[in-house]
């Protein structure tokens, strides 16, 4: 009597023993989620997106804060190249001169036009306009709104610039032969730019005090001899002043720069860097201006 043998069914007739079953699953699904539902990124809404807006801007200030400790180690210990220099500073001066000028010019007229007209409202008498007029322009109008002048051109040349160079891996090319972009591309235009943003808003506040003493005379009939009153003026609104041209000429290439070196994506990127230094730019200015007003007032009070 032969041993019995379990029987096993034919391979044939029962199909391959391995390979993806045929029907829908029938319990729950297991295992990591498709690579199309894993490349999609949540939408933040709410507390969420205040807190990732946060991080990015902390990132951001970091980031600004290491180009700027560079750039003044470079100032100190880079390369010296005069020329790179010298072109800087006729591409961020003689460049903005006929802008600044003309801009400064009309914010002159509109400001003392403007302060003659409230004036004649409380008092008849515009002795002291050219002297009030004087000290906000040292203290605060000049280096302010001449910045915000320069972050738009200077700020968008910059990061236009050495955005075209990362797209174009030319910084990437600075970088394997064991060079610093930011000694090489932010430092030259960081030296220049606090020389020259300080002569261009003396120059600037030199024709905005002009053309206002121009508008009094023919408007509101203040005479040259009066309008021009250095009475108001102290030693606090000269540091003041002069703090403000050499922050904004030292804020305004940092960011852009890092703007630049930041950049991404072709063509595009450079578009999306060039706006982002201007605004991060202007951003600055405003709040370099709240600093050092409230500070000088702590100081000169």
């Known amino acids: 009597m032969s041993p019995s043998h379990p029987s096993f069914p034919d391979r044939a007739s029962a199909g391959p023993l391995t390979g993806p079953p045929t029907g829908p699953p029938t319990g729950p699904p297991t295992g990591p989620p498709s690579s199309e539902l894993r490349d999609v990124a949540p939408d933040l809404s709410g507390v969420a997106a205040l807190g990732g ?24 210990k880079g390369r010296r190249e005069p020329g790179a220099v010298l072109v800087q500073m006729y591409e961020i001066g003689n460049k903005s001169l006929f802008f600044l000028t003309v801009v ?31 000290e906000l322009l040292v203290r605060d109008l000049a280096a302010s709104i001449g910045a915000l002048m320069l972050a738009t ?20 090319a600075l970088r ?25 808003i003396v120059w600037s506040a030199a024709v905005a005090f002009t053309t206002g003493m121009v508008t009094a005379y023919s408007m509101f009939g203040v005479s040259p001899e009066t309008f021009i009153n250095v009475s108001l003026v102290d030693a606090g609104d000269l540091a003041t002043g002069l703090a403000k041209c050499v922050a904004y000429g030292a804020a305004i290439p940092v960011v852009s720069g890092h703007s630049g070196l930041s950049t991404f ?10 706006t982002r230094a201007v605004v991060n730019s202007s951003l600055a200015v405003i709040v370099l201006n709240m600093l050092i007003s409230a500070a000088a007032f702590l100081i000169f009070r």
């Open 153 to 172: 051109r200077v700020g968008a040349g910059i990061a236009a610039e050495i955005g075209s160079m990362v797209v174009t891996e030319q910084v990437d």
């Open 265 to 274: 994506g072709g063509s595009e990127g450079v578009g999306w860097a060039t």
């Open 104 to 134: 400064m010019g009309f914010i002159g007229m509109i400001m003392v036009f403007q302060a003659g007209q409230q004036a004649k409202r409380v008092i008849p008498d515009l002795t002291m306009l050219g002297a009030t007029y004087l």
């Open 53 to 76: 807006a946060a991080l990015s801007l902390l990132a951001s200030a970091r980031e600004l804060y290491s180009v700027f400790v560079r750039t003044l180690y470079y100032c100190a």
């Open 176 to 200: 394997m032969c064991a060079a610093d972009p930011i000694d090489y591309l932010i430092k030259p235009r960081f030296i220049a730019s606090l020389l020259m943003t300080t002569c261009l």
